[in-house]
């Protein structure tokens, strides 16, 4: 796609540019930072934000199921290869199993908080054949709440930007729009970390 996620001007000129359709294949990749630019193009005008939120919900859940699946299918052999690429070692991916066994909900929630845990993690859930309608169930529990953060954040701070503008503050507006970016994110992580930190000490 060429998109450097890491600048948030290129991502919402691209998100503006290229519609819906692209937009949700770029949210199945890099779902926070595409959904908080539909957000933030929303509260320009762009786009309609119910279909941004309903399309955030489809690109986390589809790659999520997609996890889910591989894992089944490959069973737990493949699950574990691909967890150690991600750097996991057979003692971590034989806590993760007990805790899928015991807490096979509230693990997929914590999964689902802990981004460099969720590939592997979700797999590891499809391959110990975790009941599919419970976990597509929290899953999409975790992906609404934590698209609403989104959506809200990003819808702030482009209503903010917007008044920008009319305030005759051009000038400034791509430091507002990476002062945004970075407060945003480092709000999402810290209400992320928070979470998962809750979740896994029920």
Same mark, same amino acid.
């Given at each position: 796609?060429?998109?450097?996620?890491?600048?948030?001007?290129?991502?919402?000129?691209?998100?503006?540019?290229?519609?819906?359709?692209?937009?949700?294949?770029?949210?199945?990749?890099?779902?926070?930072?595409?959904?908080?630019?539909?957000?933030?193009?929303?509260?320009?005008?762009?786009?309609?934000?119910?279909?941004?939120?309903?399309?955030?919900?489809?690109?986390?859940?589809?790659?999520?199921?997609?996890?889910?699946?591989?894992?089944?299918?490959?069973?737990?052999?493949?699950?574990?290869?691909?967890?150690?690429?991600?750097?996991?070692?057979?003692?971590?991916?034989?806590?993760?199993?007990?805790?899928?066994?015991?807490?096979?909900?509230?693990?997929?929630?914590?999964?689902?908080?802990?981004?460099?845990?969720?590939?592997?993690?979700?797999?590891?859930?499809?391959?110990?054949?975790?009941?599919?309608? =419970? !976990?597509?169930?929290? #899953?999409? %529990? &975790?992906?609404?709440?934590?698209?609403?953060? /989104? *959506?809200? +954040?990003?819808?702030?701070?482009?209503?903010?930007?917007?008044?920008?503008?009319?305030? =005759? !503050?051009?000038?400034? #507006?791509? %430091? &507002?729009?990476?002062?945004?970016?970075?407060? /945003? *994110?480092? +709000?999402?992580?810290?209400?992320?970390?928070?979470?998962?930190?809750?979740?896994?000490?029920?």
């Amino acid at each position: 796609m060429g998109i450097d996620f890491n600048n948030f001007q290129q991502v919402l000129n691209w998100t503006i540019a290229n519609g819906y359709w692209l937009m949700l294949l770029a949210m199945c990749i890099e779902g926070p930072t595409i959904t908080t630019a539909g957000a933030f193009g929303s509260a320009l005008g762009y786009f309609n934000p119910w279909i941004i939120f309903a399309l955030s919900i489809l690109g986390d859940v589809i790659p999520d199921s997609l996890y889910y699946w591989l894992g089944r299918w490959g069973r737990l052999s493949l699950a574990t290869k691909i967890s150690k690429r991600f750097g996991f070692t057979q003692q971590r991916i034989e806590e993760l199993e007990k805790q899928i066994e015991m807490h096979g909900g509230k693990t997929v929630a914590v999964l689902k908080y802990t981004p460099v845990l969720a590939t592997p993690g979700l797999m590891l859930v499809g391959a110990m054949r975790m009941n599919w309608w =419970k !976990y597509i169930k929290t #899953v999409l %529990i &975790v992906t609404f709440q934590r698209t609403a953060v /989104l *959506m809200i +954040l990003g819808y702030f701070f482009g209503r903010t930007f917007d008044i920008g503008k009319y305030l =005759k !503050y051009g000038a400034i #507006v791509p %430091i &507002v729009i990476l002062l945004a970016y970075v407060m /945003l *994110m480092w +709000l999402y992580g810290k209400y992320s970390k928070l979470i998962a930190t809750k979740l896994s000490r029920l």
